[in-house]
């Protein structure tokens, strides 16, 4: 049941993110207008984790494992014009199918800051960042 649930709620997101590209020619800077709006999903280079990143609910960070290698996904939410790292998120014991969700970022950005998510897996928690992919809004 949790898997289905987890398949819609990924289908979902990734409508809302098409429809987010599609509606927001440029959602480069965070708090424009334009961009207060939308929902991403960054994943790893080999799809073994997906971030995601829920504005529509107050700058939610998340990251879900998807591979059965025993790597832990990570995530990271940061803000480019203050150099801040604002929310991360992990799945600390590396189990397939898992998630951490619910991390909000802190502080929120404001007007006009741009944003980077990043997503990679690691070999325990001070393993080096494998697979690591990033985007910037």
């Given amino acids: 049941m949790k898997q289905r649930i987890g398949a819609v709620v990924l289908a979902t997101i990734m409508l809302l993110?098409?429809?987010?590209?599609?509606a927001y020619a440029n959602p480069a800077k965070a708090g424009s207008t334009a961009a207060l709006m939308f929902e991403v999903v960054v994943e790893t280079t080999n799809d073994s984790a997906e971030?995601?990143?829920?504005?529509?609910?107050?700058?939610?960070?998340?990251?879900?494992?998807?591979a059965k290698?025993?790597?832990?996904?990570?995530?990271?939410?940061?803000?480019?014009t203050t150099g801040?790292?604002?929310?991360?998120?992990?799945?600390?014991?590396?189990?397939?199918?898992t998630c951490d969700e619910g991390n909000h970022a802190y502080p929120t950005p404001?007007?006009?800051d741009t944003v980077r998510v990043t997503v990679w897996v690691q070999d325990g928690a001070?393993?080096?960042?494998?697979?690591s992919a990033s985007q910037i809004y």
């Fill in 69 to 80: 290698d025993g790597m832990r996904a990570r995530a990271e939410l940061r803000n480019l």
């Fill in 110 to 112: 404001e007007l006009n």
């Fill in 84 to 97: 801040r790292v604002i929310a991360t998120a992990e799945d600390a014991n590396g189990s397939f199918n």
């Fill in 51 to 66: 971030a995601f990143l829920s504005v529509y609910n107050a700058w939610e960070l998340s990251v879900c494992d998807n």
């Fill in 126 to 131: 001070s393993g080096s960042r494998r697979y």
């Fill in 17 to 22: 993110t098409v429809g987010a590209t599609a």
